[in-house]
């Protein structure tokens, strides 16, 4: 049979042998769950505990409730790391150690986990609570290292991004205001090389938005400095559009289109731009995206970026030139064409166009 276009076959029958394999797996894993269970109620944190923690863990990473076991395992080992009077922080240090390269081989297998990263995140900070600032800090600067190895596997995890992010801005509020500076500058960098590696990679480019904004921020830039990094991102994008089929780049564009946008401008790079420097830029950007076209008639996404920046010129002039109009109704019969499956909405915003 077929649901939803996909055929559906009959899965392969297990063995007697490989469900009597399956059986036991089953029976293990939930003797080992009991086990844990009862030595947490009894507040039994011993080293045995710890392993079987672990190993259940290591079966099933999605257990959140078992996290929460380590933490207070954990934190029992570090109570009885105080009890001694020598060596505490370096104690401390290689148990929070022991427990990061425990995550390393589960990161492995399951990139995508969130409790795994969670509680990499809870190491960190309990390395930042219970040790001198100079060890602390040196754990986050391995972190940065870690996850930068990571990106380079699986350039586009949005999971490792995020973390990266929180990585770099818990590393500048340990650091001093130059080096949290640099720390910006070097990030920026970063995104630019993995943009350049993956143009497709929306998280770097996302990352990039971001990194802009707090760029300019921490430079004190003038008005002229960011209409230069404005110039530099347009062309940037310019370059990047040699393939105008891939979405990633197009919103992207979108971003920075709103600087243009009289609404949100001044939450964007270059918030003092006049309204005929903002007519001037669109203009140019709807010449630029026309030329686009040639060679490229097919793709939906131009049509779609001449209509919204064709809008936003409405917008900044304060009316719709009748020309103008002519125009979206010209692109947006394009539209209905090449993307059929959506032709209700280009239907309905022809109709606002049009009146």
Known sequence: ????????????????EERQQELKQIEEY????????????????????LKKISDLLSRNPEYYTVWNYRRQALRHQFSEAGDSAENVAELIAELIKDDLMFLIPLLRSFPKCYWIWNYRLWLLDEARRLLPLPAGRRFWQEELALVGKML??????????????????TLKQLGTAEEAASMT??????????????LSNFSAWHYRTKLILRLLEEQNASDEERRAMLDDELALIHQALIDPYD??????????????????APRTMAPNLGTSERLQYLRDE??????????????????QSLIECTLLVSKV??????EDRTQILSWLSE?????PLRQQRWLDFEKTVST
């Open 1 to 16: 049979m077929a649901s939803h276009g996909v055929r559906r076959f009959k899965p392969v029958e297990k063995t007697p």
């Open 30 to 49: 939930r003797s080992l769950e009991s086990f844990v269970s009862k030595k947490v109620t009894a507040q039994d944190f011993s080293a045995e505990t």
């Open 152 to 169: 380079t596997l699986d350039s586009r995890n949005f999971h490792g991004w995020g973390y990266r992010r929180l990585v770099v801005e």
């Open 185 to 198: 500058q070097q990030e920026f960098e970063y995104a630019k090389k993995m943009i350049g590696a993956n």
């Open 247 to 264: 979405q990633s780049l197009w919103f992207y564009h979108q971003n920075l289109m709103c600087v243009f946008d009289p609404s949100v």
């Open 286 to 303: 709807i010449a630029a995206i026309e030329e686009m076209l040639d060679g490229a008639e097919d793709c939906k996404y131009i049509y």
């Open 317 to 322: 002039a304060g009316h719709m030139a009748a």
């Open 335 to 339: 539209l209905k064409q090449l993307d």
